[in-house]
């Protein structure tokens, strides 16, 4: 069963940094793509940043030089380190990854930028 359990996150000034986790389990961690997705209250969940198996990432324009996305395929753990964040980076953060046709999700991390 593949479990994808997040840490990290909280309450943090503009400007500020914070570095969420996602430690995944029940799957070949080291061949997946693996990705980031935020969701705003009211508002759709948007990807964040991926990182494929060779560990090549992308970001959407809204975080490029912000945020870095990263991947230890020995402790299986995925990271998005979050710097100089803004009010509008506040949301949901969700780590998710795809196996035999599904879809998974962590429980989500809440990440609150005050201005």
């Known amino acids: 069963q593949v479990r994808l359990v997040q840490s990290g996150g909280g309450l943090v000034q503009a400007g500020g940094s914070l570095r969420l986790s996602c430690a995944a389990s029940?799957?070949?961690?080291?061949?997946?793509?693996l990705a980031w997705y935020r969701q705003e209250p009211g508002k759709q969940r948007e990807l964040v940043a991926t990182?494929?198996?060779?560990?090549?990432?992308n970001y959407a324009d809204s975080v490029k030089g912000r945020f870095t996305i990263s991947r230890d395929n020995v402790r299986n753990r995925l990271s998005l380190q979050m710097d100089s964040l803004k009010a509008e980076d506040t949301g949901d953060y969700y780590c998710t990854t795809k196996y035999k046709g599904n879809t998974y999700w962590g429980q989500g991390t809440q990440v609150t930028v005050s201005s």
């Open positions: 990182i494929a198996s060779s560990g090549a990432a």
């Open positions: 029940g799957l070949n961690f080291k061949i997946h793509e």
